[in-house]
């Protein structure tokens, strides 16, 4: 069978009060996460300069690497119990989305999953079938899925 890779963004979108358009539907994420993170082993993060609270949350888990940009700071670090628990269960700040612009998951040195855009974009490293079908089943109807085969 052909490797290859998805690709899933909402379709539909809410306004949050600073103006930045999110998903408006995150039930997917819970699920979604749990089951990238127990195939994962470290993570990378990114966040602006003035998001106070996953500043916070990303450097109690991971180490602040040099600047992409110059408001864009990254961390990473090994993924822990407790972080994988934010994840999933506290992955929201005060206005509703996810806290991080980007959350990159590994496992060892390749990544698995990429959610951009405070979540509202996907992209995978290479899957099985199962586990395209089991994205599939827990998308939201608004957002759309692309499979992308190796060449």
Known sequence: MD???????NTETAT???GISIPVDYSFWPKVIK??????????VECWDD?????????GYGEKKEDIASKLLTFEGRLTEEFIHELINEPFDQEGK???????????????LCA?????????????ADDKIFI????????SLEVIYEE
């Open 16 to 18: 949050t009060k600073s």
């Open 98 to 112: 996810i806290k991080w612009f980007t959350l990159k998951l590994k496992q060892d040195d390749e990544y698995i």
């Open 35 to 44: 089951y990238f993170t127990d195939r994962s082993t470290s993570f990378l």
């Open 116 to 128: 951009a855009h405070y979540g509202s974009e996907f992209i995978t490293g290479y899957l099985r």
């Open 51 to 59: 998001e106070k609270e996953a500043i916070r949350s990303a450097s």
């Open 136 to 143: 599939e089943e827990n998308l939201p109807k608004d957002f």
């Open 3 to 9: 490797r290859f890779y998805l690709t899933f963004e």
